[in-house]
């Protein structure tokens, strides 16, 4: 059973630049063709997809976070990662990272989330 | 605001069944069928139930269905549990090659 786990700060001050982690058990980011990406949740904005990579092929961003998103991986350690600059309280939200089974517009797991906050 | 819109709540009794409406436009659940739907109880990450309109993931119950008529897509959870009692997302895929989401469904189970 393939398992998610976020990790990195809970609270982040205006404009600095929010790093997350996902580590995958279960089985490896190496293994198949997936998308491996990151959705967020806030309770202005509901879920919003933040961008995915594919692990035989390139990273996919959402074109209004695009500016200020690097997702990448680690392959060594079996964990992907999510940077975003330029933080404002409207960042504020749970992050969950997740896996997409084909394309990115379904999920078949998600790992349980991440609750950053922005303030100073 | 979300893109695709649902009801803020609905309510069924043991039993019964109901059904969560999902309404986007031609450039996204009227354009793809890929339409999903999520089940989110209290406190935990959200679960795939239905995924492109109407297949259900292995392991979720045949009272999950699912379809899709125009820009309107719809869950049907039939056979009513106090299991079933959880928040339900749609998403679809767009034009703009992006997935957007609902505002979410809080189902009650009376």
């Known amino acids: 059973q393939l398992h998610l786990q976020e990790s990195g700060p809970g609270l982040v001050k205006p404009s600095e630049t929010l790093s997350l982690t996902c580590s995958v058990s279960g089985d490896s980011i190496n293994s198949g063709c997936f998308f491996w990406g990151w959705i967020r949740q806030s309770p202005g904005k509901g879920l919003e997809w933040i961008g995915s990579?594919?692990?035989?092929?390139?990273?996919y961003y959402n074109p209004s976070l695009k500016s200020r998103v690097t997702i990448s991986a680690d392959r060594s350690k079996n964990e992907f990662s999510l940077k975003l600059t330029s933080l404002t309280a409207a960042d504020t939200a749970v992050y969950h990272c997740?896996?997409?089974?084909?394309?990115?517009?379904?999920?078949?797991?998600w790992g349980l989330g991440r609750l950053v906050t922005v303030a100073s | 605001q979300s893109a695709l819109t649902q009801p803020p709540s609905v309510s069924g009794s043991l039993g019964q069944s109901v059904t969560i409406s999902c309404t986007g436009t031609?450039?996204?659940?009227?354009?793809?069928?890929?339409v999903s739907w999520y089940q989110q109880p209290p406190g935990t990450a959200p679960k795939l139930i239905i995924f492109e309109v109407y297949n259900r993931p292995s392991g979720v119950p045949h009272r999950f269905s699912a379809s899709k008529s125009g820009n309107t897509a719809s869950l049907t959870i039939s056979g009513l549990q106090t299991e079933d009692e959880a928040i339900y997302y749609c998403?679809?895929?767009?034009?703009?090659?992006?997935?957007?989401f609902g505002g979410g469904t809080k189902l009650t189970v009376l």
């Open positions: 998403s679809s895929y767009t034009t703009n090659t992006i997935v957007v």
């Open positions: 031609s450039s996204d659940v009227g354009h793809y069928n890929r």
């Open positions: 997740v896996r997409h089974p084909t394309g990115w517009y379904e999920v078949d797991y």
């Open positions: 990579l594919y692990s035989c092929g390139t990273t």
